[in-house]
């Protein structure tokens, strides 16, 4: 018997496989190195088939708690490799002095390697992207670690830890997406003086940031207020569960991956 969960999950792995293809075509045909981006989101729909497959057979078998803990860490960390895509643009837009001779011309080739020569003289932005990777990466250890005890519903013990992890992990993660979207700001600013495929990327990240906090937004709620059984991404209400969270990442996604397509062909050239 098919729940609501069950046919929104059928649906989510009809859209998401098809998304695989040009996923590839970014990561292994039109763009060199750095590929960063392009790894993440071909992970990040890999990811949402998985747990689209995952959240079926738990709709069979509720009781289930090491299918409990899966959906769980596929719903909740899972989202995190689609916040780690906008760092991987960022990257381009900051590391990789990125052109292809086809597309762009010398003078802005040249305008891109100043401007990473720049970056790379200055250690406080060098030691902030240092800072905020560390720190990403252990917002989703907490979170992976406090829905795996959080699957435990027969130890309260389990349940409360995993609740408090859970949220640090969560609130580590909206420091770095606040970090993020200074540093997109940062970049903007910038402007007049880097190339127009840094500034075709910056363009999809600010498009994404709407639909990135509200798929953030619906992360807080099942931990935040946890006595309302609605944002229960499992068993509570469909309506959010599928439009602030499967919709939005599936938007977040299609920009991000237009903005790939949109960005001529790159590869890393040595200042």
């Known amino acids: 018997m098919l729940t609501e969960h069950s046919k929104?999950?059928?649906?989510?792995?009809?859209?998401?496989?098809?998304?695989?293809?040009?996923?590839?075509?970014?990561?292994?045909?039109?763009?060199?190195?750095?590929?960063?981006?392009?790894?993440?989101?071909?992970?990040?729909?890999?990811?949402?088939?998985?747990?689209?497959?995952?959240?079926?057979?738990?709709?069979?078998?509720?009781?289930?708690?090491?299918?409990?803990?899966?959906?769980?860490?596929?719903?909740?960390?899972?989202?995190?490799?689609?916040?780690?895509?906008?760092?991987?643009?960022?990257?381009?837009?900051?590391?990789?002095?990125?052109?292809?001779p086809g597309h762009q011309h010398r003078q802005d080739i040249n305008k891109i390697v100043r401007v990473i020569r720049d970056f790379q003289g200055d250690?406080?932005?060098?030691?902030?992207?240092?800072?905020?990777?560390?720190?990403?990466?252990?917002?989703?250890?907490?979170?992976?670690?406090?829905?795996?005890?959080?699957?435990?519903?027969?130890?309260?013990?389990?349940?409360s830890l995993g609740f408090k992890l859970t949220k640090a992990g969560y609130i580590l993660v909206t420091i770095f997406e606040a970090g993020l979207i200074y540093f997109q700001w940062y970049c903007w600013r910038k402007r007049e003086s880097i190339s127009s495929a840094s500034c075709?990327?910056?363009?999809?990240?600010?498009?994404?940031?709407?639909?990135?906090?509200?798929?953030?937004?619906?992360?807080?709620?099942p931990v935040f207020r946890a006595s309302d059984p609605k944002w229960n991404q499992l068993t509570g209400s469909i309506a959010p569960y599928v439009v602030m969270g499967l919709l939005m990442e599936y938007i977040v996604f299609m920009i991000f991956l237009a903005t790939g397509f949109l960005i001529p062909p790159i590869k890393v050239v040595n200042a």
């Not at 859209?15 to 075509?25: D, S």
């Not at 769980?72 to 490799?81: D, E, H, Q, S, Y």
């Not at 800072?131 to 005890?149: K, Q, Y």
């Not at 075709?200 to 709620?221: N, S």
């Open 123 to 159: 250690k406080k932005i060098r030691n902030a992207f240092i800072f905020l990777r560390v720190l990403f990466i252990t917002g989703i250890a907490l979170v992976i670690a406090g829905g795996s005890l959080e699957g435990n519903y027969w130890d309260p013990h389990d349940v």
């Open 200 to 221: 075709t990327a910056l363009q999809g990240m600010f498009a994404a940031i709407p639909f990135l906090v509200v798929r953030i937004a619906y992360l807080y709620l």
């Open 8 to 100: 929104a999950s059928i649906a989510q792995i009809v859209f998401w496989v098809p998304a695989v293809i040009p996923a590839l075509i970014l990561l292994f045909h039109r763009h060199g190195a750095p590929r960063v981006p392009w790894v993440i989101l071909l992970l990040f729909s890999i990811i949402r088939i998985t747990c689209g497959i995952v959240v079926i057979i738990l709709q069979n078998n509720p009781s289930d708690v090491g299918l409990i803990i899966a959906a769980r860490v596929l719903l909740n960390a899972g989202v995190f490799p689609l916040i780690a895509a906008t760092f991987g643009l960022l990257l381009i837009v900051y590391i990789s002095p990125a052109y292809s």
